[in-house]
């Protein structure tokens, strides 16, 4: 949460700046600050608001250098106004954060600061006791107050007498950087050094970066110099921007097909699944007795789905865990448990704690990540790409089912591994994931026909959404992806469970979306739609093509989905349910790539 740019060089900071917030303000928009050095002199210009409010400010207070440090703030401690906007500054230091100080209090007692800080945050107290240990050497007073700091931090420092200079150290907060052709650069992430250059590194935590219009210099904590571990950007650049829609949202919806194909060819080798350029070994997939997926939210929703897959597949059990519990259910994973952690950012704080814990209890770990070099690629034994590119609406969708089409690929890898699956079996169920972009872009086609059918539920206040097995599983996901863009309050129950209780909330007044694509399933769901259009509610249902429903009745919104084998109707379900999100969220007239009070990175606990 919170994004960060640093620049140093010949060109006009104060614009660099402001354009690069916009490029990280998915990573939160409760309000964004810059500040300049020039000749000794730093200049602070900072507000509650959005980028934008931060621009027009600036061409009020038309602030000048070239050499800055930028924030945008996704609100931890302290309210957002402001006073609590970076960067901060105390005394010669001024800084930028992403992360949490948990001893800030301690430290704000320890040093006398009370009285002294004039915001509530955490971070203005590391100003302080940067100042506090500054006597010239930034190496010594960074080394010195980051061995008092407990908690997370990205941190981008400049000192008034170090002219031209950006200092950055980090501890599980991220930071990226670059030089340019006239300077140097830092980030949060790629997103805002691609605009520079394709070449880039990591920050390793607990090393402090130099950035002067020289270039980058790194060192680690005891002084001596150390190596660079170069990378180069692999997104394709041309596909920046919104590309003619309106929002990322859409665009990327639009975009899954494409990267589907990216995710899934590369890792086809004679028509059999293959990891051998990503090392992950066939003993891995062939040895455990279990497996364990953690993962939040979206993510954790795509583990749902492999969870269905793997265990009618391959017969093993499967947990699907939220990272965010797994620290405090006294999680049971050891070597025979394979653990999977999947997360677009790859920087989910509570992913990447889970992860490591269970990295220590010796269970062999593949990650899903997004991201390149993303801390939880790093963390994991193994890695698998997706290839769904920069997901820039906070709302996830094509980071979704790439990671899906990861699940389908490991399914299969596991069943050849195992020697569970014939060659005419694999066969079969790769060729149907290959299908699987052809058949939503059929699904793509008649994104008119589907924004009618959002047109039934947009002044809903409740919406129910109801399936069983698998399709309770993509529901969930339908479900968040309807209350974090739209606003209106969305349950996903498995059908079976409505008698349960939740049916007394059924009137006429609540639209309930249905989807059916599971043969074995199908009566089930059918009469459990039965149930609850006798107490009034209007369904929207989402069943295949060619499928009968001779119990009769009306039918008055049913969406028909493209026929594919049943383990893989998730897909273009999906989109259906991705796009109904969407067409809520735009006509209501909603920021729908910023929703109220998110960020696209947690990294906070
Ligand atoms: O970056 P991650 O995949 O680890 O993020 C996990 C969740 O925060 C994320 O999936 C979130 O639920 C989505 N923004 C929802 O659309």
């Not at 052809?438 to 086609?445: A, F, G, I």
């Not at 206040?461 to 969305?490: A, N, T």
Request: with cysteine.
């Amino acid at each position: 949460m919170c994004g960060i740019i640093g620049y140093t060089g010949k060109g006009n900071a104060q614009k660099i700046m402001l354009d690069a917030l916009e490029l990280l303000e998915y990573r939160g928009y409760d309000s964004a600050g810059i500040a300049l050095l020039k000749e000794g002199q730093t200049q602070i210009v900072k507000r509650a608001g959005r980028v934008k409010d931060l621009r027009n400010l600036c061409a009020e207070v038309k602030p000048e250098g070239t050499c800055g440090i930028g924030h945008t703030r996704w609100a931890t401690h302290g309210g957002v106004c402001d006073e609590n906007a970076h960067p901060h500054r105390f005394g010669r230091i001024t800084l930028i954060h992403n992360g949490i100080i948990e001893n800030y209090r301690e430290l704000t007692e320890k040093y006398a600061l009370e009285g002294a800080l004039v915001s509530e945050t955490d971070s203005e107290v590391v100003a302080a006791v940067l100042e506090h240990f500054y006597a010239g050497d930034p190496y010594s007073a960074i080394r010195r107050t980051v061995l008092k700091l407990k908690g997370t931090f990205a941190l981008a420092i400049m000192f008034d007498d170090q002219p031209d200079k950006i200092y950055a150290v980090r501890n599980v907060s991220p930071i990226v950087a670059a030089v340019t052709k006239d300077g140097a650069v830092l980030s949060s992430d790629v997103a805002a050094i691609v605009p520079f250059t394709a070449d880039y590194f990591v920050m390793p935590e607990f090393h402090v970066v130099c950035l002067s219009p020289g270039g980058v210099e790194m060192f680690d904590l005891s002084g001596d110099k150390a190596p660079i571990d170069w990378q180069k950007v692999d997104w394709d650049v041309s596909r920046g921007g919104k590309g003619g829609y309106p929002f990322y949202m859409e665009k990327e919806i639009m975009e899954q097909p494409q990267v589907i194909r990216e995710t899934i060819l590369p890792r086809i080798k004679d028509g059999r699944p293959d990891f051998t350029a990503e090392g992950i070994p066939d003993e891995i997939l062939a040895a455990c007795k279990r497996i364990c997926v953690i993962a939040c939210g979206t993510a954790m929703h795509a583990g749902l789905v492999g969870k269905s897959l793997i265990q009618a597949m391959i017969g093993i059990h499967v947990d699907v865990v939220m990272a965010s519990e797994f620290m405090y259910n006294d999680p049971v994973v050891d070597k025979d448990t394979l653990v999977i952690a999947i997360s677009q950012s790859g920087e989910t704080i509570d992913t990447l704690e889970a992860l490591k814990f269970a990295r220590k209890c010796g269970s062999p770990s593949i990650s899903i990540v997004n991201v390149k070099g993303a801390s939880i690629a790093r963390a994991s034994e193994h890695v698998i790409y997706t290839c769904a590119g920069p997901e820039i609406a906070v709302a996830s969708t094509k980071a979704y089912t790439t990671q899906l089409a990861v699940l389908y690929l490991i399914t299969a890898r596991m069943a050849v591994a195992r020697g569970l699956w014939s060659g005419e079996k694999v066969t079969e169920f790769i060729e149907e994931l290959q299908r699987v972009p052809q058949v939503m872009e059929r699904v793509l086609e008649d994104k008119e026909e589907i924004h009618r059918l959002a047109g039934t539920i947009l002044n809903a206040r409740d919406v129910f959404m109801i399936g069983r097995g698998l399709d309770y599983s993509i529901l969930l996901e339908g479900s968040l992806k309807l209350k974090e863009v739209s606003y209106i309050h969305s349950e996903a129950y498995a059908s079976g469970e409505l008698k349960h209780g939740t049916i007394a909330l059924i009137t006429e007044d609540t639209p309930v979306i249905a989807v059916v694509t599971q043969d074995k399933l199908k009566s089930k769901e059918l009469s459990n739609i039965r149930e609850v259009q006798s107490r009034g509610a209007r369904v929207v249902l989402l069943i295949k093509e060619h499928e009968t429903m001779d119990e009769g009745g009306e039918w008055s919104c049913v969406y028909r989905l493209p026929q594919m084998a049943d383990a893989f109707m998730v897909m273009p379900a999906s989109v259906v349910l991705q796009l109904i999100a969407y067409f809520v969220s735009l006509d209501k007239g909603l920021d729908v790539d910023k929703p109220r009070n998110l960020a696209k990175v947690v990294t906070v606990e």
